[in-house]
């Protein structure tokens, strides 16, 4: 049995039963993506959720767990961590919310804004890295189709 493999990667490629299945190939993109993304975040001692709460924050504005964690479609219970971990590093912090005195908004600190943009020139080369083999347009497609599937 001849064994093939993708071009200049050393790696075998699926059985064509499991290549027609969209569930393994969106899992092994996933955890290809979030090596190369883990990789690239470490030096900076971030991990790929919580740059993502750093860019929704950075990019939105500050705003309650609870809204961020709708927001992202992440767990309550998963975001307070994430917001203790980025809190505890001094890149986030907790401050009375202006329009819900009882709850606190997030906010990034300066230190913070500066690690997003340090992780987001990070991330951007692994996504490039990982996606090298697409064209431009493709990777656009991509990103446009898997979007459409997700807000459908």
């Known amino acids: 049995m001849v064994e093939t493999m993708l071009v200049g990667t050393g ?26 993304i883990g990789t690239a975040l470490t030096p900076l001692g971030l991990d790929g959720r919580e740059f993502a709460v750093l860019a929704v924050l950075d990019s939105e504005g500050p705003r309650s767990q609870q809204r961020l964690s709708a927001r ?3 767990d309550r219970t998963t975001m307070v961590s994430l917001v203790d971990d980025l809190e505890r590093k001094g890149l ?14 997030i906010h990034v600190t300066p230190k913070g804004s500066r690690a997003r943009v340090r992780a987001r020139e990070a991330v951007e080369a692994a996504e ?23 807000v459908s």
Do not use: C, N
């Not at 986030?92 to 908004?105: F, H, K, L, T």
């Open 11 to 36: 790696v075998e490629t699926p059985p064509p039963v499991l290549a027609e299945r969209l569930g393994f190939l969106l899992k092994h993109v996933q955890l290809a993506l979030g090596s190369t």
């Open 92 to 105: 986030v912090e907790r401050r009375r919310d202006a329009e819900d005195r009882r709850a606190y908004a």
């Open 128 to 150: 490039a890295d990982l996606l090298a083999p697409l064209s431009p347009e493709d990777r656009d497609r991509l990103k446009d189709l898997l979007l459409k599937v997700i």
């Open 72 to 74: 992202m479609r992440v």
